[in-house]
């Protein structure tokens, strides 16, 4: 049974369809041209966050040219023949030779023909950029105040999504509809670089994919799943315009296409709206395609390798039941909770807590004809990939063979209903939970029996799902160190930097400025009324308690925050990583894990260079157990000697695995240039050091966590003082203790130069680094407003210059540091990760624009109104509230929100005003350049030449 709300305007009507025992208060509608429109009210959201759904992705591609879905949405982010030009009458002649001129680069005979062709198409597209407006459909988005815009391509849909502030439906809407309108190949070329370096990024470098693409070939042989969803790389380096749009027209229709909303909105006059503008694309008819629903399970083992200069791991896959399977799916998810939540599942308990295996993850995709679940599990020290293989085929059979306790079963549900209710507590988590029923080709009714069937799943269910799906076969690849075998690299198309207006705007983007658009309401922290500032009061101490009321949900969390990490306290480290398998007087580790699960209640200790946090969240009820537990754990820890050995030999392997892994390495010369040779990686205990640590130092500290001047932030649905009542009684015979000798970190003035790690990938990682100033809260303003106009997102200056324009890198930012606290800078940096035969052009780009800024004065103003935009509607709400005051209050020293600063300097704040601390700021400090990557690929000579001397550093030097 289902409830009905009819709305109705002047013009329609628009019936709601509602659904009982639904947590989310889903509103679905259908507009008039078949669009499907599910919104989710949420008063607690300023902000409305979206997803737009086309069914249709990589499966639906024709053989001939895979690859196109994923161009198509690069595309869909280029504008109109309304939007990102200054003349579509003059710009779209050369379009269209330039789509024909890429059907004959694809017949192309030799080598000599395409470089003839290269050459036509890139003379046409020097004609055509001079109209085109680069960004401005990102530059639009911002201006509104929006937020996290993106998209992503997979087998069965391809999603766009993003975050606006909830007055600004109207102008998303129009927005949003008009690039969904049509498709341009607007800066095609360059859009063709970007896709041929994400290739050679994620699909070369980064071996997971490579290790993916070896498991879909082999779980869905025969089906459009076992291709890459990038394409094949002779399909991607010569594509098809002509395919594209076709594919287009075909399948981006009314009847193929699904909104999903949350936010503060109200569904009947939301869906007024929406209708308005969404109503004018085209119903369209998609194609019938033939169905391969996998409904069966995977037979057979086959074994695949993968090699690359990465730590090793082996990746396990099978294939699993789909959303479709009604009976079948909510016994599966539960089954794959109780094998692996993190905490006390199945592979936890075996592989991480008897510590069999270094780390491990797992991944659960689903898709409308079939899906896989992987484990990823990496070697311990002098440990073989078969070894680990074995582990974790071992602990996935005891699942199907019922080895395990049945109390698993009612404690995983409890668990996972205290995970979708920390997911609904944002409007982002409440689309992605629509978003999984659409894009898995079910209702959301359908959706909401499985919610209600999880409630209902067995022991017996569980063993019976697992028996049928991860009993009869799965593959194997073992991601092997060495030179790879497998790379396939696209070269860098012979094309030239475009040089398109910088101070265009599209008459769209005139109009649609000037639309009236209701005035937001702001909120913001005030530090002295919105959070109770209490006190722990003991015989021989005061400790801060700060709390907030948690009025949403049953959800309490607590933390407790500790000025002080390994930097100060090395031993420390080893101690917060002990307590991942720390037991204590009356429980073993085992129990204690089994305990806290039990009762879903997570628990998590982070220990960072210069502060350290402990973490327990829960339901209401459950509070008083899950402190009793925290703090016997914290006051009697204990861990036998063998399990502290491994641990050891875990810390030295996590070492040796960082020495591998660049992204790592940038982060140590990083480190290295920001604070020098005693720096959080040189500070911390070394392979060597950790040896000589003990056991009873290891349990020390733990035990004197406590005795240490720590901070206690609370949010729960219960009355503050029944809360510390509870505390009150771990903290009566702790007195307080004296921290042992501390180090702090310092940093140092920027010493240009240029630092370089060797390390063989298929990309440079760049980064360039300077010192700027101490923090005050004037200088905020202009942090923010360079990172929106400047620095981050894909219509900044930095994107368009590096990527749009130039098409030098597929991945590129820049920004601020925020230091640790009042006695640190801030740094600016800026990133990019290119081939090697761009990584000069990209440093050179980069001296250019943070020497000099580009002033593009409309975009300026559209940033600052867009920044007011997003400030005024930013909630923080809960735990983020206590985090927030606290670091600005007490690590900060600033006793007011900055947020409501920077949105009162906003309206003042000149083109000028920024030009003059850009040049104080960026452009006048001293840099430092790192870069990570193959010196025998590398224009070294170009770079000494143009940058100055190049330091060298071997990986353990940087990470000891």
């Keep these: 049974m289902t409830a009905t709300t009819t709305t109705t305007p002047a013009a329609k009507t628009y019936q709601a369809r509602t659904f009982p025992n639904d ?48 161009y198509l949405e690069h595309m869909m982010f280029k504008g109109t023949d309304r939007l990102g030009t ?22 192309a005979q ?22 085109a407006i680069p960004g401005e459909f990102e530059a639009l ?38 690039r969904l ?40 042989k025969g089906h459009p799943y076992a291709r890459p969803v990038i394409g094949y790389a002779q399909h991607i380096r010569y594509p098809s315009i002509r395919a ?75 294939r699993t039941p789909t959303y479709r399977m009604k009976d079948k799916i909510a016994p599966w998810l539960v089954a794959m909770y109780v094998l692996s939540n993190e905490f006390a599942g199945i592979l936890d308990m075996d592989l991480i807590h008897e510590q069999k295996v270094l780390k491990y993850r797992t991944y659960d995709w689903q898709w409308v004809e079939g899906g896989l679940w992987m484990v990823q599990a990496y070697p311990r020290e002098n440990q073989s990939l078969e070894e680990v293989y074995q582990h974790v085929l071992k602990s996935v059979q005891r699942l199907a063979q019922g080895n395990f306790p049945k109390w698993l079963i009612p404690a995983a549900i409890r668990n996972l209903r205290l995970d979708l209710m920390e997911r609904w507590e944002s409007a982002e988590g409440r689309v992605e939970t629509i978003f999984e029923a659409v894009a898995h080709g079910i209702s959301w009714q359908d959706f909401l029996h499985i919610l209600q069937d999880l409630q209902n799943v067995t022991y017996e269910d569980v063993v019976a799902i697992a028996r049928e799906y991860l009993l009869p076969g799965h593959v194997v690849v073992y991601k092997r160190q060495g030179e790879p ?33 209701p005035p937001p309401t702001p909120h913001f922290v005030n530090f002295q009324i919105d959070i109770q500032y209490l006190t722990l009061n003991t015989p021989t101490r005061q400790i801060p308690v700060w709390f907030v009321p948690n009025t949403d949900n049953e959800i309490f969390r607590i933390e407790l925050v500790f000025p002080f990490g390994y930097v100060q306290n090395p031993t420390l480290e080893v101690a917060f990583n002990l307590m991942e398998h720390a037991g204590t007087a009356n429980l073993s580790s085992r129990q204690f894990r089994e305990a806290l699960f039990q009762h879903a209640l997570d628990f998590s200790a982070h220990i960072h260079p210069q502060s350290a946090t402990i973490t327990l969240t829960g339901l209401k009820d459950q509070m008083q157990t899950g402190l009793e537990l925290l703090y016997s754990l914290l006051t009697e820890p204990s861990a036998s000697p063998e399990t502290f050995h491994n641990l050891i030999k875990d810390l030295i392997k996590q070492r040796e695995n960082q020495r591998k892994s660049p992204r790592a390495l940038l982060f140590a010369l990083s480190a290295y240039i920001r604070y020098g040779k005693h720096n959080p990686y040189t500070l911390r205990l070394s392979s060597s050091a950790l040896n000589q640590v003990s056991l009873d130092t290891a349990l020390a500290g733990i035990r004197n966590l406590l005795h240490w001047n720590h901070y206690i932030l609370i949010t729960a649905p219960l009355p503050p003082d029944t809360i ?31 630092y370089f790690v060797p390390f063989d990938q298929v990309q440079g990682l760049v980064l360039r680094l300077c010192q700027s100033a101490p923090f005050s809260l004037s200088l905020y303003p202009f942090v923010r407003i360079y990172r929106e106009y400047y620095g981050l997102g894909l219509g900044s200056i930095t994107f368009k210059e590096i990527r749009e324009k130039r098409g030098l890198a597929y991945a590129t930012s820049s920004g601020f540091i925020f230091p640790h606290d009042s006695t640190q800078p801030l740094f600016h940096f800026f990133f990019a990760s290119a081939k090697y035969d761009k990584v000069l052009d990209v440093l050179q780009v980069a001296e250019q624009i943070l020497r000099k800024p580009v002033l593009e004065t409309t975009t300026f103003q559209t940033t600052l109104k867009g920044l007011q935009q997003e400030i005024a509607t930013h909630r923080l709400r809960n735990l983020d509230l206590l985090e927030h005051v606290y670091y600005w209050k007490i690590r900060m020293h600033i006793n007011q929100d900055p947020h409501h600063y920077l949105y009162e300097q906003l309206p003042h704040f000149t083109l000028e005003q920024f030009q003059t601390q850009f040049h104080q700021y960026i452009a006048n400090q001293s840099c430092a350049y790192a870069l990570v990557g193959n010196p025998n690929l590398l224009p070294m000579q170009a770079i000494q030449q143009t940058f100055g001397e190049i330091h060298e550093f071997q990986p353990e030097q940087l990470i000891p």
Aim: aromatic fraction near 14%; charged fraction near 20%.
């Design 485 to 517: 075998k497998d790379r396939v690299l696209l070269p860098k198309p012979p094309f030239t930097p475009v040089n398109s207006p910088n101070h265009a705007e599209s008459q769209f983007a005139h109009q649609w400025k000037q639309m009236h658009v």
């Design 86 to 107: 200054r003349n579509w009458q003059a710009e779209q002649p050369y379009l269209e030779q330039m789509a024909e001129l890429y059907e004959q680069l694809r017949t």
């Design 23 to 70: 947590p989310l208060n889903v509103h679905q509608y259908q507009l008039a041209n078949g669009i499907r429109v599910l919104i989710s009210p949420y008063p607690a959201s300023a902000r409305v966050f979206y997803t737009v759904i086309i069914h249709a992705g990589a499966r639906h591609e024709p053989d001939h040219a895979t690859g196109l879905a994923h």
């Design 724 to 754: 510390i009542s509870w505390l009150k009684a771990y903290y009566e015979n702790i007195p307080p203790q004296p921290l042992p000798n501390q180090h702090k970190l310092q940093t140092q003035p920027t010493q240009p130069g240029f």
């Design 141 to 178: 988005f911002r201006a509104m105040g929006g937020d996290k815009l993106n998209a992503t391509t997979i087998y069965d849909w391809t999603a766009y999504h993003g975050e606006f502030p909830a007055n600004e439906l109207e102008r998303w809407a129009r927005l949003e509809s008009e």
């Design 181 to 220: 309108r049509m498709v341009v190949p607007r800066l095609f070329n360059l859009e063709l670089e970007a896709v041929f370096e994400e290739f050679n990024m994620r699909f070369q470098d980064w071996d997971v994919y490579r290790v993916w693409d070896a498991i879909v070939e082999e779980l869905f």
């Design 244 to 318: 594209m749009q076709d594919f287009f027209h075909k399948w981006y229709v009314g009847k193929n296409m699904t909104i999903c909303l949350s936010g503060d909105i109200n569904p009947d006059s939301a869906i007024q709206i929406l209708a308005k503008w969404f109503e004018q694309l085209p119903t369209g008819n998609p194609p019938e395609i033939a169905e391969t629903l996998f409904a069966k399970p995977f037979y057979g083992t086959p074994v695949r390798e993968v090699w690359s200069p990465q730590p090793e791991y082996v990746m396990v896959a099978w």
């Design 110 to 131: 030799s080598d000599q023909q395409r470089q003839q062709i290269y050459h036509q198409i890139d003379s046409i597209n020097q004609m055509a950029s001079q109209y």
